[in-house]
């Protein structure tokens, strides 16, 4: 079992810049951890966006320090990239405790997740992203752990098995999922507070990207910090992607200062319009349009003539078509909106 390494809530230095809920995946570029902790804010007061969250965790943080006792478990949710694993970093910042990180997947049996409960020390934090995917030996192994601080461990088989009751620290479970439906209602309900994460605005992005353009010591124009956030999709990862491709492309092909046409000449080549639309997401819309003549299609047809997974469509395209009402689900299928065909320029070929 790999280990992540813990984290210590005060031998990091602060950052003398703020930043957003900013996290870091390979969609664009190249994955660089290094890059990754520059970006991540180091504290709550320097998350940008979420401020009802925000504002509801420094309420949860201020009684926490006032009864000197653990925080109660917290579970967070939302779609990818929008600052579940950066929260649950600062947290433990905040508190001057230690953060030990894992995932659902990688718990495969009781045994792994064993060390992680026994190595906590009163006060610290877990945090397990993707929680949903916890193996079901496991989910029910980590009952007693989050009401009780204890594990029951068997030891021996037949009828010389014997149960020790082992005592942990009182620790904090943080759990991040993108797939709140998938948990079930024991662990659901064994979270003391459950935070949901929406996406941002284009106020909000612009400041995150103002905010890492410093920290990446590359100077910016305003124009030209709009255009990336308007890019983003609501997402600051996403922002930091482009971000970071605005960063090179001017650097490569410019004086390196990220300008309205460093911009419009980046995103170009990345084949990303003003909405955020990327080359995929229009195949998608002009094969609804030219082949299927609009709608609806099933979502199988459409990946078969697209030659994608059906299952990538439907978490990695449709979300954001949705989002944008360029498409709807019905019972039938997929069905192309005229907002879809005005901003592609598209019109519905002629019945018969």
């Known amino acids: 079992m790999v280990r992540e390494p813990v984290i210590k809530g005060d031998d990091e230095p602060e950052d003398d810049f703020s930043g957003g809920a900013v996290g870091w995946d390979s969609s664009c570029l190249?994955?660089?951890?290094?890059?990754?902790?520059?970006?991540?804010?180091?504290?709550?007061?320097?998350?940008?966006?979420?401020?009802?969250v925000v504002e509801r965790l420094q309420v949860i943080l201020d009684a926490t320090r006032k009864r000197n006792e653990p925080l109660g478990h917290l579970l967070l949710d939302g779609p990818p990239g929008l600052?579940?694993?950066?929260?649950?970093?600062?947290?433990?910042?905040?508190?001057?405790?230690?953060?030990q990180i894992t995932s659902g997947p990688s718990l495969s049996a009781p045994k792994d997740l064993l060390p992680y409960l026994t190595n906590a020390a009163h006060g610290s934090f877990l945090f397990i992203d993707e929680i949903h995917r916890l193996p079901a030996t496991v989910e029910e192994f980590i009952y007693p752990a989050m009401e009780d601080f204890r594990v029951d461990i068997t030891?021996?088989?037949?009828?010389?098995?014997?149960?020790?009751?082992?005592?942990?620290q009182k620790f904090t479970l943080i759990g991040a999922t993108t797939r709140s439906g998938m948990l079930t209602a024991p662990l659901r309900d064994r979270f003391v507070r459950r935070e949901h994460l929406d996406?941002?605005?284009?106020?909000e992005l612009v400041e995150i990207v103002r905010r890492n353009s410093i920290k990446l010591r590359t100077e910016i124009s305003d124009d030209a910090a709009f255009e990336i956030a308007r890019r983003s999709r609501g997402t600051p990862r996403k922002a930091n992607n482009l971000l970071r491709w605005a960063r090179d492309f001017?650097?490569?092909?410019?004086?390196?200062?990220?300008?309205?046409?460093?911009?419009?000449k980046a995103f170009e080549m990345l084949e990303i319009?003003?909405?955020?639309?990327?080359?995929?997401?229009?195949?998608?819309l002009e094969?609804?349009?030219?082949?299927?003549?609009?709608?609806?299609?099933?979502?199988q047809a459409l990946g078969h003539s697209l030659n994608i997974p059906a299952d990538t469509l439907e978490d990695e395209v449709e979300p954001f078509l949705l989002r944008c009402g360029f498409i709807q689900r019905s019972?039938?299928?997929?069905?192309v909106t005229m907002a879809a065909l005005e901003h592609l320029k598209l019109t519905l070929p002629e019945a018969g």
């Open 30 to 52: 190249a994955d660089d951890a290094e890059y990754d902790d520059v970006l991540r804010p180091q504290r709550l007061s320097e998350v940008v966006g979420q401020r009802q």
């Open 83 to 99: 600052g579940k694993t950066t929260l649950a970093s600062v947290l433990p910042k905040e508190l001057g405790t230690e953060l």
């Open 155 to 168: 030891l021996g088989d037949g009828i010389n098995a014997r149960t020790v009751n082992m005592k942990l």
């Open 199 to 203: 996406f941002y605005d284009d106020e």
């Open 250 to 264: 001017a650097t490569s092909k410019a004086d390196g200062h990220i300008t309205n046409e460093v911009v419009a």
């Open 273 to 284: 319009d003003h909405l955020g639309l990327e080359r995929q997401d229009r195949r998608y």
């Open 287 to 299: 094969t609804l349009v030219k082949t299927f003549s609009g709608g609806p299609a099933g979502v």
């Open 331 to 335: 019972p039938r299928g997929r069905i």
